[in-house]
Each structure stands twice: as C-alpha cells, then as structure tokens.
C-alpha cells in the first residue's frame, strides 16, 4: 500500500459507532424479551470459558494480528525516535494514567477498575492502521509500531496487568490472565503466521493484502458485534437498573483520553517530530487493544461481569475519538503545529 494512497473507511468501520450503538440496544432488549437465550450461551463452556464466546473473541483478534511483519522490525534503527515516544506512551503514561484515573473515579468497583487497567495496558495493533491512512501519517511506521506491540503484548500485557491490580490490592486470577494471553494473541499470532505464509505462496501476496486481508476484517467486526450483543444481552437487567454504571466507567475513560492525546501532541512537538511521523506518534501512543482488554475480562470475570462491560465502553469511545484525532491533526499541520 502506498503512503501516499487516499484511504477511506469500509463500510463496517465508518459506522462503527452506530453498530457498536445498536448492538448495546439489541442486548438490552433481549435480555428482557428472550432471558434464557445469553444464558444458554453462556452454559456451553470448556474450562470456564463460553465456547460461542471464546470463538466470536478468537475471529476478533486473528484479523489484528495479520499485521505483524517481523521483516519490518529491522527498520527500526532509522529512525527510532518516533518508535521509543510510542512505546513509552503504551507501555509507561497510558497504563499508570488509566490505573490513576480508575482508582479515582471507580474506588469501591473493583471490576470496573481492572477493566480500565486492561484497556490502558494494551497497546493498539489493528484499527490504528486505518486512523494513520486516513491522517496521512508515515505508513511505514505504522507497520512497525504494530508489528512491535503485537509482540510487546505478549511478554509485557500480563506482567503490567498483574502489577497495576496488584499496587489496588485487587485480587485478580493471573494464571487466566497469562491463559488469555496465550489464547487470544499467541494462538491467533501463529495462526496468522501461517496462514500468511500459505496463503501468499499459493494465491500471491497482493491477493493476500488486497482480497483476504478486507474479508477477514469483516468477520471480526461481525465477530465483535455479536459478542456485544451477547455481552448486553447477559448484563441487560443489570444496566436497566444502574444505567450509571456506563456513566461512571465512561468519565475516566474520557479523560484519560484526553490527557494521554494532550500528552503526545505535545511530546511530538518538542521533540521535533514531522507531521507524517507525528500524527503516528499520536495515534499508537493513545489508543486501545479493546478487542483482547475484552478477551481477557471475559476469560477472567465471565460474559456477565462488570469488568466486561467496561472494556467495551472502551470500544464505544475509541472510535470517535480517534477519529476526531485524526482530523485535529490535519488542522494542527495546516498550522505548522510540527517540524516542516
């Protein structure tokens, strides 16, 4: 794909809010109408994980990980500057930020607060390669930004998990969460590996890029979707009758945000960065892996939980903000905001 090329939102992704919106209504409304349905759902289980679940979570992450090209990792003394701002902001201000603002705004929510320590301590590797198109940033960057953290996540987003609930003294099960792990970004990785080496050499690497590649995207939007529904439907009662609880999980969520966008634009700046490389920058370093922050709150509290509701009010709220981000860079460039 050329950096220069106009790339625009598929279908799915443009209105992304809007299905994300529809299917939380679609779940509120079964769990009143047709109760037993996520129920059932829920009791096809092998080791204490939904079978329906953990296969719609499955075709979520694989499409991610067909990003990662570890040919592009060598590319990394280039221009290194713009990669260790990034890392520093995924692995660093983002997680402690988010575990602050949790403990703050969410004292006594034990659930909710794991749910933003899971969305803050995992870094992007899917949807950031279309914000960075649309804004026009460094493409190549983009690649290996997402092909580091895909690796990253693995060693590290255990770790920083167990760390930030550890300093809350939340008691949470860290055999799961290294189990969710391996399940959700090992397994897919390597299937993702494979299928890749396959799949090119028998129908050609454009084929894979351009055909395969947008058709699996597809799935794990659809594959998402549905788990919301279920996820919804199984927490229907509860939110009817505590529709704060989405309020409150979302003011934190916000804010962090907003800060962690703030801290990056800002950051880039000082150190000289130019727009293309900047706004990727910005973009990596502020945004959320919901689609494995929702993996492993199901794995570890179950498709009722709090903690599963939480992570997908991250999803609600990443998609328009990284949007807006995208535009607020445009208008920063005409600006001169960054180095020319």
């Not at 198109?133 to 167990?162: D, H, M, R, W």
């Not at 939007?221 to 409150?248: C, D, H, R, W, Y």
């Not at 130019?274 to 910005?282: G, P």
């Amino acid at each position: 794909m050329s950096e220069q090329s106009e790339i625009h939102l598929g279908f799915f992704e443009k209105y992304l809010v809007i299905w994300v919106l529809a299917c939380m209504i679609i779940g509120l409304v079964l769990s009143q109408l047709v109760p037993q349905l996520s129920n059932a759902i829920n009791n096809l289980q092998f080791a204490g994980i939904s079978i329906p679940i953990g296969l719609l979570l499955f075709l979520m992450m694989y499409p991610a990980l067909l990003n990662l090209q570890f040919n592009e990792l060598k590319k990394l003394v280039k221009n290194p500057k713009p990669i260790i701002l990034t890392i520093i902001s995924n692995w660093i201000w983002a997680p402690l930020l988010t575990a602050f603002l949790a403990y703050y705004f969410l004292a006594g929510y034990d659930q909710l607060i794991v749910a933003l320590i899971l969305l803050g301590s995992s870094p992007c590797t899917a949807m950031v390669c279309v914000w960075g198109a649309l804004a026009k940033g460094n493409q190549e960057q983009n690649v290996v930004n997402t092909s580091l953290n895909t690796i990253t996540i693995i060693f590290l987003y255990a770790p920083v998990v167990a760390l930030l609930t550890g300093i809350q003294n939340i008691p949470i099960d860290r055999l799961t969460l290294l189990i969710s792990v391996l399940v959700f970004i090992g397994a897919p990785m390597i299937l993702g590996i494979i299928s890749k080496k396959i799949i090119s050499a028998r129908k050609g690497a454009e084929w894979f890029q351009v055909v395969y590649r947008p058709a699996i995207g597809n799935v794990a939007v659809i594959a998402l979707l549905s788990t919301l529904i279920v996820l919804f439907s199984l927490n229907g009662k509860v939110l009817i009758q505590n529709p704060e609880l989405m309020v409150l999980v979302s003011i934190p969520l916000l804010l962090g945000f907003f800060i962690i966008v703030g801290l990056n634009l800002i950051v880039t700046k000082f150190a000289g960065l130019k727009y293309r490389e900047a706004i990727i920058t910005v973009i990596i370093g502020s945004s959320s892996h919901f689609e494995i922050a929702i993996a492993t709150a199901v794995a570890i509290y179950g498709l009722g939980s709090q903690a599963a509701l939480g992570t997908t009010m991250g999803l609600f709220w990443e998609v328009p903000i990284m949007l807006s981000v995208v535009y607020i860079g445009k208008e920063l460039r005409k600006r001169g905001f960054w180095k020319k």
